[in-house]
T-cell receptor, first 115, second 111 residues
């Protein structure tokens, strides 16, 4: 079946612009996670959605970062007023249930470059 | 909080076995995972082990878990050049299962 789909695969933008990254999870997966992969910091958790519950935003690095998940499916990660340190690969993952008892399946990521 | 440590590099010859090691600090991790990342790609789930297991075998892959020492290893038998990639160890944290990753081990396979 279809895996986790992320778009765009690459995004280049100027410092100060806003960007939106999209994630389409595997059908039927109720849990959705965003991670960031950067050279200096490795892989970091950003935010977690489970069904209709309030998201866990504890990993978001600043208030310029926000995310939403509409209808329990597609999620959008928004970065406002981008900075050069936001350059990274943003990875989305989904799992059947967000209990830690089911493996997470990752998309190919969006490579974000801030000029 | 959780910390996951891995050696950064491993080089082996084609046909040999590769062993990638990982240590973690949070003994409450329910599952421990191994992911593979090839250049320009996302993370591919290789295998995972439940915290009450000692060993799991899946074709060429063997995972060993020493819970007392908080040590996890991934053995790849008959390593092939296509196994060259970065391998990440990860533990799940808390009830929601967000993953804490090691920095990754870059495996180079020489023909």
């Amino acid at each position: 079946g279809a895996g986790v789909s992320q778009s765009p695969s690459n995004k280049v933008t100027e410092k100060g612009k806003d960007v939106e990254l999209r994630c389409d999870p595997i059908s039927g997966h109720t849990a959705l996670y965003w991670y960031r992969q950067s050279l200096g910091q490795g892989l970091e958790f950003l935010i977690y959605f489970q069904g209709n519950s309030a998201p866990d935003k504890s990993g978001l690095p600043s208030d310029r970062f926000s995310a939403e998940r509409t209808g329990g499916s597609v999620s959008t990660l928004t970065i406002q007023r981008t900075q050069q340190e936001d350059s990274a690969v943003y990875l989305c993952a989904s799992s059947i249930a967000g209990t830690g008892l089911q493996p997470q399946h990752f998309g190919d990521g969006t490579r974000l470059s801030i000029l | 909080g959780e910390d996951v440590e891995q050696s950064l590099f491993l080089s082996v010859r084609e046909g040999d076995s590769s062993v990638i090691n990982c240590t973690y600090t949070d003994s409450s991790s329910t599952y421990l995972y191994w992911y593979k990342q090839e250049p320009g790609a996302g993370l591919q789930l290789l295998t995972y082990i439940f915290s009450n297991m000692d060993m799991k075998q899946d074709q060429r892959l063997t995972v060993l878990l020493n819970k007392k020492d908080k040590h996890l290893s991934l053995r790849i038998a008959d390593t092939q050049t296509g196994d060259s990639a970065i391998y990440f160890c990860a533990g799940s944290r808390g009830s929601q299962g967000n993953l804490i990753f090691g920095k990754g081990t870059k495996l180079s396979v020489k023909p």
